[in-house]
């Protein structure tokens, strides 16, 4: 009983603790992401074939970076 409760446990709470990078992208990959978001939605996958160079994981972390108020710079928090 106690080991399945660890497995849930660890299952439960398993999380990446990687940090991640701020991802740059030009403006033109910022407004074809925009773009693309509003016609098929978190569908990155298709919106990753869109934007030459870029993998899918690189957009999405992108998206949730930009629109997480946790990933805002202190001036921009207010």
């Known amino acids: 009983m106690d080991s399945m409760y660890q497995r849930q446990r660890h299952n439960s709470e398993e999380v990446c603790s990687v940090e991640w990078d701020i991802i740059k992208m030009?403006?033109?990959e910022e407004d074809l992401i925009l773009r693309m978001?509003?016609?098929?939605?978190d569908?990155?996958?298709i919106i990753a074939g869109r934007v030459p160079g870029r993998?899918?994981?690189?957009i999405e972390r992108y998206w949730i970076m930009r629109n997480n108020a946790y990933f805002l710079p202190p001036?921009?928090?207010s």
């Open 55 to 58: 993998k899918a994981v690189e």
């Open 43 to 45: 569908r990155w996958e």
């Open 37 to 41: 978001y509003r016609l098929v939605g």
């Open 26 to 28: 030009s403006q033109q």
């Open 75 to 77: 001036s921009c928090k």
